[in-house]
Nanobody
Framework: EVQLVESGGGLVQPGGSLRLSCAAS????????MNWVRQVPGKGLEWVSG????????YYAESMKGRFTISRDNAKNTLYLQMNSLKSEDTAVYYC?????RGQGTQVTVSS
């Protein structure tokens, strides 16, 4: 059974940082690229960032470039998202995604 378990969300002030983690199991993690997506209640999914199977290539939505860093540890079957300079508009539920499969998500709230 495929499982993606996100963690690391929380409440942070504007300008602050958070590091999200996603523990993956049930598939050969290091064979696949992975993504982070997010969703604001009432709105559609927004792609945030992606990373190739070996971490050699990374991709970001325009509004995240320079603020977010995606990475992975294939030995630990874990995906990460380092988020810096957070803004109120980054408030959302963040999911890691393997193809169309997502975890339960972790809430990130950016507010003073």
């Amino acid at each position: 059974e495929v499982q993606l378990v996100e963690s690391g969300g929380g409440l942070v002030q504007p300008g602050g940082s958070l590091r999200l983690s996603c523990a993956a199991s049930g598939f050969t993690f290091d064979d696949y690229s992975m993504n982070w997506v997010r969703q604001v209640p009432g709105k559609g999914l927004e792609w945030v960032s992606g990373i190739s199977w070996n971490g050699g290539s990374t991709y970001y939505a325009e509004s995240m470039k320079g603020r977010f860093t995606i990475s992975r540890d294939n030995a630990k079957n874990t995906l990460y998202l380092q988020m810096n300079s957070l803004k109120s508009e980054d408030t959302a539920v963040y999911y890691c995604a393997w193809g169309a499969t997502r975890g339960q998500g972790t809430q990130v709230t950016v507010s003073s």
